[in-house]
């Protein structure tokens, strides 16, 4: 073997002990087709993505020894809260205000926003079999950042788990306060980290990817630096954070303390940006954040993508949601997008870009989706055209016109861009999609009762639901990744903010009957329960969407078929669909193309025979071969 020579055996040695130390590669590192993420390119999972919204207070309440307290909410709203005020039982008729509510001496919407139910971790860790057997593949959490409001866009700190999120709000109490917040090194983890890190660990168990929500654009007056500039004004450390117009001169008797908040409220304060072009609503603009903030930003982020900080970030979140993201400079988010691609490769970074001019124009995400900052936005470009189009009485649905309006948006995206977007018909912010369908108004325009007596909130037809599903043939059929809010997969139906926020139904919990608020022209009555005919729905099209990858990965082309049906195909090198959909109130004839004339039905959603599609009906063939 080797001869005994001094320095040949020197060598070996320290050949053998480098080799020794050196990691074992990853099972990714040995897959020879596992090819890293091109830095301009959403992570590959992001493309087949079945997304599930969740509003962590709204979703269900799995621990009530932990449920928000008076102390908890503090500078969380306007109106102050009543001594009598208690979390509402989740089975509480909606629009009937509760005791203390009615103590108050306010109106409904002014007293729903006090309301919490009490939703926690626990409660969705209860429920990850559920999402499991729907078929959802990634999660996007509404912000889980500690703070006071029901919405958690108003941190009081973005590093830790709402305290009444996790098992022990007092003892997270304690550890927060402990520490230096701009100082990572004195960062612990409080039982909700502990507790939402473990729900990570379980849904990376089930093959569900995570991605949070949060506002870099804004704090809640409640943020610990923001307070010490109250406290302190001038003196304070963290005077340059924020946005401020004046400060409080203490020799006059007024208080002069004056600063910008989001859209001008005053429980949101504004981080303060470098400007280097103009800011205008709906449109990009260059600039940056100034460093400190920026700094603390992206500590914070890395605590989320890597807890234990040991380089693996298999226990961390997979992407984030950022929030109005227009009001951020490009600056920031190309640093941001840097920062966290250099922890992992494969996070994603889906934007909030929507309105230009509400409510009719939105806004252009293309400056965004360039590679350089986020890999998709909340995709409302898609939605608005697709539910007009839906909405359209059968004498004025023009497939030719459809098929342009999407081409417009689609064929400005490259093609991994276009998989990559979240295609979403509801969130938090607009009105569920059985309600959205339901009424035939401009999209998200005096959308609840208070702004338009006639606009219905009540339970909608089953024809309205039939409309739903075909719309949602359309979501699971189309390019991009479906997204589901919360509770449109068992039919509940709600206008916009706050009506689109209510708990989510539950069959082991006992529901109080609803009835229509006093402020509404439209009367009814229901008892809520889950509508098991749109669970099936979404349970069968997302099995349909991750057993044929050519509803994945297929390139897109629109057909005309004559007849006023809509229909595109969607191709990859190995097969080919062609998807028809009926969206009127009359059978048609389907004039089918030659390629697939041998009529190989993939999925029908209605009924199709003889060449004859029933009204709100849809087919996929598959291509003869």
């Not at 409640?222 to 304070?236: G, H, I, L, R, T």
């Not at 400056?367 to 909405?391: C, E, L, N, T």
């Not at 990559?420 to 009105?431: E, F, I, Q, T, V």
């Not at 006639?454 to 599903?469: A, R």
Request: net charge negative; glycine share 6%; charged share 25%.
């Amino acid at each position: 073997m080797f001869k005994k020579n001094p320095l040949s055996l020197l060598v070996f040695i320290v050949v053998y002990v480098l080799l020794s130390c050196s990691p074992s590669p990853t099972s990714e590192e040995l897959d020879p087709e596992k090819e890293p993420t091109p830095f301009n390119h959403p992570a590959k999972w992001s493309e087949e993505a079945i997304w599930y919204q969740i509003f962590v207070e709204r979703f269900r309440n799995g621990d009530k020894n932990n449920d928000p307290t008076i102390k908890n909410m503090e500078g969380s709203w306007f109106d102050p809260f009543p001594e009598t005020w208690s979390p509402t039982d989740w089975g509480h008729d909606w629009y009937s205000q509760e005791d203390w509510a009615v103590s108050t001496g306010l109106e409904f919407y002014r007293t729903v926003q006090m309301r919490r139910y009490g939703g926690d971790f626990q409660g969705v860790l209860d429920k990850v079999p559920y999402l499991k057997e729907l078929g959802i593949t990634a999660i996007y959490f509404n912000p889980i950042n500690d703070a006071p409001s029901l919405h958690k866009f108003d941190a009081r700190n973005y590093r830790h788990a709402d305290v009444n999120f996790g098992p022990d709000p007092l003892g997270d109490v304690e550890i927060i306060n402990s520490e230096i917040p701009e100082d990572p090194t004195t960062w612990k983890l409080t039982a909700a980290d502990k507790q939402f890190f473990d729900l990570v660990d379980e849904l990376h168990a089930n093959d569900i990817k995570v991605v949070v929500d949060f506002s870099w654009n804004h704090t809640g007056k409640e943020f610990w630096a923001f307070k010490d500039v109250v406290e302190n004004q001038e003196k304070s450390n963290y005077k340059d954070w924020y946005e401020i117009k004046s400060f409080d001169d203490p020799s006059t008797p007024e208080n002069e303390f004056e600063y910008d908040g989001w859209l001008g409220v005053a429980t949101l304060p504004d981080i303060k940006k470098i400007r280097e072009t103009q800011k205008r609503p709906g449109h990009p603009y260059e600039g940056n954040m100034v460093e400190a903030p920026k700094q603390h930003i992206f500590n914070v982020a890395k605590k989320w993508m890597d807890p234990n900080g040991d380089g693996d970030t298999s226990d961390g979140i997979d992407g984030m949601r950022l929030d109005v993201a227009e009001h951020v400079p490009l600056g920031f988010w190309r640093d941001f997008r840097k920062h966290v691609r250099s922890i992992n490769p494969d996070f994603y970074l889906v934007g909030e870009n929507w309105w230009t001019s509400w409510p009719d124009t939105l806004m252009d995400p293309k400056p965004w989706v360039k590679g350089d900052i986020f890999d998709a936005v909340m995709h409302y470009q898609w939605y608005k055209p697709a539910r007009s189009y839906f909405h359209l009485s059968e004498k004025n649905q023009n497939p030719e016109k459809f098929a342009f309006s999407m081409d417009s948006v689609f064929n400005s995206y490259p093609d991994y861009t276009k998989k990559a977007m979240m295609n979403l018909g509801a969130s938090h912010d607009s009105p569920r999609m059985a309600t959205s369908l339901a009424n035939r108004t401009k999209y998200k325009y005096n959308a609840n009762p208070k702004a338009n007596g006639l606009y219905n909130i009540g339970p909608p037809l089953d024809s309205d639901y039939n409309l739903m599903k075909l719309f949602l043939f359309h979501q699971f059929t189309w390019i991009g990744s479906p997204h589901i809010w919360m509770g449109d997969e068992i039919g509940m139906f709600g206008g916009d903010d706050p009506d689109n926020r209510k708990p989510l139904v539950w069959e082991d919990i006992a529901y109080d009957l609803e009835k229509n608020p006093s402020f509404t022209e439209i009367e009814y009555t229901h008892k809520p329960k889950v509508r098991k005919d749109i669970h099936d729905t979404y349970k069968q099209l997302a099995s349909l969407r991750k057993n044929n990858r050519t509803l994945i990965h297929g390139s897109y082309r629109f057909q005309n078929i004559g007849n006023s049906l809509l229909a595109y195909e969607r191709t990859t090198d190995d097969e080919s669909f062609l998807v028809i959909l009926n969206t009127s109130n009359i059978k048609k004839k389907v004039n089918i193309p030659l390629d697939y004339q041998q009529e190989s039905i993939v999925y029908l959603l209605g009924r199709y025979k003889n060449q004859i599609l029933n009204p709100l009906s849809g087919v996929i063939l598959r291509k003869a071969k």
